[in-house]
């Protein structure tokens, strides 16, 4: 059995020098009720491609990881009864095991990066968790370790922001604005924490790349690009909501990796979807963002 199996137009992509984008596959087993998952991972593979690029969506598919999945194989992954969410920690298991699952950002970014995928989109990172200064996600070490560009909305608002903004600051992980000089709040345009960088094209941020490679820093590029104003939800609205599904998911005892499933399931009902809009919303952009930037670096002679 291979180590990873590229579908064929990814193999060739790679072959051929062409930009190609790392999509995750966390969003269609667990981020998105149906049938938006599926719109969803559709929508992002085909603004990927019209944006010049190619899209890899990444999932462990009966212990095999796979780079780029074709659309019977997408199906099969929405379909399963039982999927896994699979994080850095998980992946050993679930090869040895032969199970299926959707990768999160952690396990994106490595099978990506082992892959020679040097750019990847997502939703919003995970992070410190409210109230758990404990609990932080292995998106943040994954940010500190693996060298390729990550596109986000930020982290999920659900989070504690300003304490994940320090880690990833501890950690040494460049967080730019794309466009903007605060932190994106996932659904909402901004949190109001201030970044100290800030690109405003996909060529700004393929020369910083270019030169964390050349200073030999092993660091992701977090580029973050807030959600679209007129589908954003107003960060003090999602306070709001935010806090009182926090106060409620601790009366309930619920926490780990079923927390923030919940969070984000209790945020869409409290808005009457307004936040699975958002969701769609930012996750188009941020393909869209990420397709220009890995052309960006596709272009560049030096990267």
């Given at each position: 059995m291979p180590d990873i199996l590229l579908a064929p137009d990814v193999a060739q992509a790679l072959r051929d020098g062409h930009p190609v984008v790392a999509l995750e596959s966390a969003l269609i087993t667990h981020g998105l009720p149906r049938p938006l998952n599926m719109d969803v991972a559709r929508e992002m593979e085909e603004m990927v491609r019209q944006e010049g690029a190619v899209p890899a969506t990444i999932a462990v598919?009966?212990?095999?990881?796979c780079i780029g999945?074709?659309?019977?194989?997408?199906?099969?992954?929405?379909?399963e009864?039982?999927?896994?969410?699979?994080?850095?920690?998980?992946?050993?298991?679930?090869?040895?095991?032969?199970?299926?699952?959707?990768?999160?950002?952690?396990?994106?970014?490595h099978l990506a990066h082992?892959?020679?995928?040097?750019?990847?989109?997502?939703?919003?990172?995970?992070?410190?968790?409210?109230?758990?200064?404990?609990?932080?996600s292995a998106d943040l070490p994954a940010l500190a370790s693996i060298?390729?560009?990550?596109?986000?909305?930020?982290?999920?608002?659900?989070?504690?922001?300003?304490?994940?903004?320090?880690?990833?600051?501890?950690?040494?992980v460049p967080v730019v604005g794309y466009g903007t000089d605060t932190f994106p709040a996932f659904t909402s345009p901004t949190s109001g924490l201030?970044?100290?960088?800030?690109?405003?094209?996909?060529?700004?941020?393929?020369?910083m790349a270019r030169a964390r490679d050349d200073l030999g820093l092993r660091t992701a590029i977090l580029v973050t690009v807030p959600v679209p104003e007129e589908d954003g939800i107003p960060w003090e609205e999602a306070?709001?909501?935010?806090?009182?599904?926090?106060?409620?998911a601790e009366r309930e005892g619920i926490h780990g990796p079923a927390l923030t499933p919940y969070l984000l399931a209790r945020l869409a009902q409290q808005t009457d979807g307004r936040s699975l809009r958002a969701n769609?919303?930012?996750?188009?952009?941020?393909?869209?963002?990420?397709?220009?930037?890995?052309?960006?670096?596709?272009?560049?002679?030096?990267?």
């Open positions: 598919l009966e212990g095999q990881p999945l074709e659309p019977e194989q997408m199906e099969r992954l929405a379909a009864p039982s999927p896994v969410k699979i994080s850095l920690r998980d992946l050993p298991a679930v090869v040895a095991r032969r199970a299926t699952g959707g990768t999160t950002v952690a396990a994106t970014m082992r892959a020679g995928l040097r750019v990847f989109a997502t939703g919003g990172i995970g992070g410190v968790h409210r109230g758990h200064p404990e609990d932080i060298p390729i560009v990550v596109v986000c909305a930020g982290a999920k608002a659900i989070l504690d922001l300003p304490r994940t903004l320090e880690m990833l600051e501890t950690l040494g201030l970044l100290s960088l800030r690109a405003d094209s996909p060529e700004e941020v393929a020369a306070q709001s909501e935010i806090e009182t599904i926090v106060a409620q769609r919303a930012l996750l188009l952009q941020n393909a869209r963002v990420a397709a220009r930037i890995t052309r960006a670096v596709s272009n560049s002679t030096q990267f």
